[in-house]
């Protein structure tokens, strides 16, 4: 855990709001990636591309465990790039404003030897951008 990236965002909606946002296959593509036929079942695998047209990363995630409205976890690979594995975490927690999330990416210290664009500050980027700007827009409107 100790290279880890820890990203945690508070957002005033229901634990529930943010769960629906974070495993509707409907409302992924809204904010996040789209992965049309995703569903929060452990041992589904999906792949999917970044948004836009350059598709230049392939995505391969594989659900590990799912506790409704407070836990979402799954691999995050490319497989175009290297079989490693990485772990993706996403916990919710309720309180009277809103719900704390709480992203851990592990493992992406052994992705860095694939360039810039697999660093932990180009990840930890990615996932501030994801939870404070896009999924926090989406759930505001």
């Given at each position: 855990m100790e290279n880890s990236i820890i990203v945690q965002k508070k957002i005033n909606e229901s634990v529930e709001r943010v769960w629906q946002a974070l495993t509707d296959k409907k409302e992924l593509p809204l904010w996040y990636f789209d992965i049309a036929d995703f569903?929060?079942?452990?041992?589904k695998v999906y792949e999917f591309y970044e948004p836009g047209e350059e598709k230049k990363y392939l995505h391969q995630i594989e659900i590990l465990e799912v506790i409704q409205n407070q836990k979402l976890k799954h691999t995050w690979t490319y497989p175009t790039f290297s079989e490693e594995k990485t772990f993706v975490t996403w916990e919710l927690k309720s309180d009277d404003s809103g719900t704390l999330i709480t992203l851990t990416h592990?493992?992406?210290e052994k992705l860095k030897d694939l360039g810039e664009g697999f660093s932990k500050e180009s990840f930890t980027q990615?996932?501030?951008?994801?939870?404070?700007?896009?999924l926090n827009l989406y759930l505001q409107t």
């Open positions: 569903e929060a079942e452990v041992g592990e493992g992406t990615g996932w501030n951008s994801i939870i404070g700007q896009s």
